[in-house]
């Protein structure tokens, strides 16, 4: 009896242990063929010195017990298709499942990249319309798709500034990055050899032309802008940015992380901006797969042309498609093999599922952000006034007089059925509410979302307490993450106790 | 559009609550000269059927049906249709990197789940939850050496993939770190004589692959020995997962770089496939990318968070550890339900089974005429042949046969040409090894 009240109060799939702890000796989950060729002795082919004992603690358990563990984990994750998840600067958008039946095709996912060209040209081919494509979108001259992500992208982006600067005679010393950038920014420049100078945002939350008129001289390489930027407020002043920039022969970098908001509508290249990268996995959909994969493709001006990372996808007599391995001016390669092609597959199957209907997607992305703007106004602090593009950025100033901060109001939300928004970024904007709803979205699904932070902004007034302990409905509750950090456990081991999560 | 969930009607309703007269007063920052006045020149719209039709055309135009002998890095391992039915499920496919850990849990048990496993394969105390690849696991390695040694002076075996030499020097380049190869002994692992000689005390790092590009399989133990009498580190780099279940782990090595492709992911003409990076666990504040953690709630349940954020980007920015941020969550989801399937007995029998596979194939190649063996090491799945003539010319004939060709390893090293690198896996049967020997031997009796 007792046990029957206990699973009524906590379901089995909550009490799901850690795989190894489900392990015991002899079960298995897959079976290979029977080998057809002689057995080959480990021990006489190799050399026994060479050869490992058993894998200490390895899981053992069978088909059922694994679909049946991972299929209890996801059960814990929020999601998309969950619902919203309105993290702003992640453009959390709609995953279409063709674009994942595409990318496991035979003959897609199937291939080998050093097979003969020959033999490739189907997937060059892919390589070949998408780069057309981004290029199209962006108003640029010439990209590389090789960058696994957006930073990989940044990476890129800087060592072709640096190369174009170092064959000029100086590669400079210093790159330009506003306070409110995403902080790869400043973390990749440092790896492209460049110091930091950080630029503080004007009243307005732009970047305030007459400080930068005073920083660029002929030490600054390039300034690494975001735009919209993170406030979500469209930098009107870019042409003449990049105008301050070149004079004194420094480039203008964009990040393409908010490009949900320009697809279709106005194209970076033809703002004055000599490169950037996007990251397929928000403008294009590519599935953010709980953190990763990504793909970081740089588009540039013809000046950097030179210097893209080999090998080079160059058309040949008849239409034929060739990787070039080498350029004399390349900075090189920054990954192993031609890109992350999988992801790039999905990527061009959501552009041409669009077409030019793309500015459509930006539009209702658009209209989202500014329609939960409108109806937010008043019950969230707003810090910055200007027109919003595809996110808005509130603060927690008015429920802070109470003691609720925006973690707090994150962490409730939750209870409400939806994913926080992004918290305390930019980090000029103190407890910071980064909202992006994404074209995704439909109507009642913003007005859940709005009724919810209104009701929450009820909750902070009158009842804090509800909203500060929050989430209240979730399988664990706010988690110790200073004990995680000072004693850090990273692994499961053999000898470690059984946790409580088990009862 | 299929993808947007709006009507025209509730447009226009949404822009008359927000006060707006059409959708174009939303984007007035932007000034109209720059506006797009004319639609993308992008085909499309497609639609679901037309998407497939594009695709399979296009896959049409690559290399299905042919066996092929590659490997070089990107392995062909059979794969259980579980690990793509788990990670296709919507709540690890349409999630987020899991930065709010109450609704998170998923992930973040299943990447614990993962560095453990990667820990255990390993040898190693600790393992982040992963990196883009092989090759900037392996370049990441070095700039963490660098960091634990303040040295700038690296030594890599020129057995170590020629790809991942070739990041690692785009990496190193504005770093200041000065990259030395050391060259390969005629057993095909690296010239320990030569790499002593090179060894003084501003070395930060000694980097090695096994097996290596080769297929050559490293003695750790000297190479350690050699690297931590100077006081540098020993980076080792593993391109083919599978062979962990057979081979010792580098315990020698202080950080060790995996390429986990092997570990139920597809080829997909190069990625996306998931790196990672494995160390000691003194070395944990060094590492770069994220990291899952054991913890409680306040109620004392066990849960999971991302934690020791201050070595990344988001918090330390220009001080941080490394600019990765996006990593391959979801690759290392399907090597962790991959493994997860294999077990203890599945991971080792596929190992013997590349090993005998492997075995058999070169038996076969070394009663052909004038086919020898390269290099003497004990190999795993791959192994270096040299034929009486050139490779390119053999693989053009093997082609006929719908057979794609062993690596010709002239390009990336030129005093090997006429040199193949051969890789077979579990997937290759019987019958195609011996039709594979066979029109090795039929290319090599053509006339020139």
Redesign the interface.
Known sequence: MNEKIKKASRHTNQNEGLIFEKSSPGKRAFELPPLDVPKAEPAKVLGAPHLREDIEGFPEVSEIEVLRHFTRLSTWNHAIDLGMYPLGSCTMKYNPRVNEFVARLEGIATEHPYQPQELSQGCLRILRLLEQCLLEITGMDAITLQPAAGAQGELTGLLLIRAYLQKQGNPRKRVLIPDSAHGTNPATAVIAGYEVANIKSGAQGQVDIEGLRKMVNEDVAALMITNPSTLGIYEQNLPEIAQILHAKGALLYMDGANMNALAGITRPGDLGVDVMHLNLHKTFSTPHGGGGPGAGPVAMKKILEPFRPVPILAEKEGGRLALEPVRPDSIGKVKAFSSNFGVLVRALAYILAYGPGVRQATEDAVLNANYIRKQLEGFYDLPYSLPSMHEVVFSDAIQKKNGVNTMDIAKRLIDYGFHPYTTAFPLIVPGALMIEPTESESREECDLFIDAMKSIAEEAATQPEIVKTAPHTTRVRRLDEVAAARKPVLRWKPAAPRSTAAD | ??????SPV??Q???A????KS?DE??????EK???RE????????S?A???Q???????????G?A?F?G???Y?H?R?V?T???????????????Y????????L?????F???M???TGQ???N??M?????AATEAVLMAERLTGRQRVLVARSV?P??R??L???A????LRIEEIPFATSGTVDVKALQGALKDDVAAVVAQSPNFFGA?E?YAPLAEAAHAVGAMLVVAIAEGVS?G????PVEADIVALEAQSFGL???????F?GVIAAGERY?RQMPG????????????????L????R???????K?T??????????A?AAT?H?????????R??A??N???A??ALAELLKIPGVRRTFDA?F?NEFTVELPRSVKIV?SHL?REKI?GP?ALG?PYPELTKHALVCVT?TM??GE?ERFAGAVKRALEQPV
Do not use: W
């Open positions: 559009m299929r993808y947007l969930p709006k509730e447009r309703e949404m822009l609550a927000i006060g707006a959708i939303l984007f007035s920052t932007i000034p720059y506006r797009l639609a993308l020149k992008i085909p499309g719209p497609y679901e037309e998407v497939i594009y695709f399979k055309q296009r896959a049409a135009e690559n290399a299905a042919y092929s590659l070089a890095g990107v062909n059979l259980s579980v793509d039915t788990i990670i296709q499920r919507g709540e690890f496919l349409t999630s987020y990197t899991p709010q850990a109450e609704i998170s849990q998923g992930t048990q299943a990447i614990f789940e560095q453990t496993l820990c255990q394969l105390d600790v393992a939850a992963s883009y690849d092989g090759s900037t993939h790809e991942y070739d990041v020097k785009t990496y380049k504005n770093s200041g399989i003695s962990l057979l081979l010792r782990p597809p080829p997909s003409y190069g990625g996306p998931a944990v994220r990291l899952a953690g054991q913890t409680t709630d306040f109620a004392g349940h066990r849960g999971f968070v934690t020791l954020a201050t990344e980007q988001h918090i330390r920015r220009e941080a490394s600019n990765i941020c996006t990593n391959q969550a979801l690759c989801l339900v493994l997860t399937l294999l077990g203890k007995e599945g991971l029998e596929m013997e089974q090993l005998s596979k075995q058999f004990p795993f693989n082609l794609v690596l390009t579990e049967p019987r090894i």
